[in-house]
């Protein structure tokens, strides 16, 4: 047995099967930047960023100094009893870093999902309210109250029976209207869905709170445009009901700025972060206003290990890298670049579908013709099946997107690689010389 077969059986033998959605049978063990290595020392461009958490690069030597040199004095201990130093200058940074003119509070977490069910938490308990709305294809997490908001697998919510009082709306999906409008006549059907919702069966003053996601990340990363995100906001405002932003994914520079909700000018009640908020290690928070995370008291969403000290640490230094050596400004330069880059390659190839995305959060679909738009899956595992054969690791998301999302600090000289690798995975696709076969090998969501 190879060390990854160990591994794989292993898995198999120990793991929940719950836990796992493999794409390749591929084992990992070293990176540094934006490349990975795996058990056979083969090299690969990372366009995943480990889900979006690796933003600051793998096998980051300064976070893992820093965690080092904590660890020696204390692992942690739990601010939820004693008051502890780095969590209140990681609490501060964090309200600073978050968009809006207004007093606010952190709570911290373990991880993304588990703050969505906090935002839960603090939006009920605020507002007094018990219902809220969340939108079609999105994913919040996989704790109670986040797999209740989400809309993506059905595997998610079978025989486990959500929350009840969620109401999901149709997400802004313009390149793929379902109301067959383009821009310049899209007078916001897909609001008006919860404004006619509000007057025949959703008593808006029963909302507490609308979860919505900036870009919609595991739908395929779809951007909304900007007067969908005003309006929804003043919405909310209208009637009393609080707008979460759910930048798990999306946060501390993968946009281009910290949180994607700024490109829209909108500040949001609540903020959830989580994957790339603990510079590599699991944290989670929600970052909102004073009043809201004020508002229940102890421990209606007190953790032992949320926000210790050594997590803290290298969330701080993951701020840190970002602002010193300008990585939302690289996300936003270098990300265009990468688009522009996938965009030329539209008129060449019938295949490729929309390309679309904000700083390093790109999707490219791939259909079965432009003039269908259908979309293709089994193109889009063919390629991506490919692509990781000639080093660049890619994984995709919904019904046939390549999921683009590589640490903040890759190169021009590795996406230039990375879209002559696309290419020529394209080429052979066309031409038939990627077998079905393949199809068996990749998996994923």
């Known amino acids: 047995m ?35 290595y795996d058990t056979e020392g083969n090299e690969y461009i990372d366009l995943l960023a480990s889900a979006g958490s690796a933003n600051t690069g793998n096998g980051n030597i300064e976070i893992a100094d820093a965690v080092y040199e904590q660890m020696k ?14 969590n209140v200058e990681l609490a501060k940074k964090l309200t600073e870093l978050a968009p809006g003119d207004f007093e606010k509070k952190v709570a911290f977490g373990l991880s993304g ?13 605020f507002t007094k309210r018990n219902r809220l709305i969340s939108f079609k294809g999105s994913y919040h997490g996989s704790t109670y109250g986040a797999i209740s908001l989400s809309a993506i697998s059905i595997n998610m919510r079978k025989k486990l029976d ?23 006549e899209c007078n916001l059907e897909c609001l008006n869905e919860i404004k006619e919702a509000f007057t025949s069966y959703l008593p808006s003053d029963e ?3 609308i979860f919505f996601e900036p870009i919609a990340g595991d739908a395929g990363i779809i951007c909304p445009p900007k007067k969908f995100v005003q309006a929804l906001a003043a919405l909310c405002k209208e009637h009393g009901i609080l707008l979460v932003s759910d930048e798990i994914q999306q946060g501390f520079g993968r946009s281009g700025k910290w949180f994607a909700i700024e490109h829209f000018d909108v500040a949001p009640d609540m903020i959830v972060c989580g994957k790339s908020a603990g510079g590599g290690l699991p944290m989670g928070a929600v970052i909102g206003r004073r009043e809201i995370l004020d508002s229940l008291d102890p421990p209606a969403h007190l953790f032992t290990l949320g ?57 490219l679909d791939f259909v079965e013709t432009q003039a269908t738009m259908k ?5 889009t595992l063919k390629v991506c099946w490919d692509c990781v054969q000639n080093g660049v690791f890619i994984t995709f998301l919904g019904k046939g997107s390549l ?5 903040l600090v890759i190169t021009r000289e590795q996406i230039d690689r990375c879209v002559e690798v696309f290419e020529s995975a394209i080429k052979k696709l066309v031409a038939g010389e990627i077998p079905d076969s393949v199809l068996s090998q990749i998996k994923g969501w």
């Not at 701020?319 to 688009?339: P, V």
């Not at 979309?375 to 193109?379: E, F, G, L, S, T």
């Not at 999921?403 to 640490?407: A, D, E, F, K």
């Open 162 to 184: 959500p929350i009840p009082d969620v109401v999901h709306f149709s997400y802004p999906t313009c390149y793929m209207c379902p109301y067959d409008k383009n821009q310049s």
């Open 375 to 379: 979309p293709d899956r089994n193109a």
């Open 113 to 125: 999902s588990d703050s969505i069910d906090g935002a839960i938490k603090f939006a009920k308990g």
């Open 207 to 209: 909302v507490a709170a």
């Open 73 to 86: 004095k204390i692992c942690q201990i739990t601010p939820a009893y004693v008051y502890t130093e780095k």
């Open 307 to 363: 926000g210790n000290t050594t997590v803290c640490v290298a969330a701080l230094k993951a701020i840190e890298i970002i602002e010193r050596d300008n990585l939302l400004g690289k996300a936003a330069e270098n990300g265009t670049y990468f688009l522009d880059k996938l965009k030329a390659l539209q008129p060449k190839y019938d295949v490729v579908g929309d390309v679309r995305g904000l700083g390093f959060s790109i999707a």
């Open 2 to 36: 190879t060390r990854e077969e160990k591994v794989r059986a292993g898995e198999a033998r120990y793991i929940s099967k719950a836990q796992k959605i493999p794409y390749y049978d591929m084992v990992f063990e070293s990176g540094k930047g934006a490349l990975l």
């Open 403 to 407: 999921r683009i999302q590589p640490p």
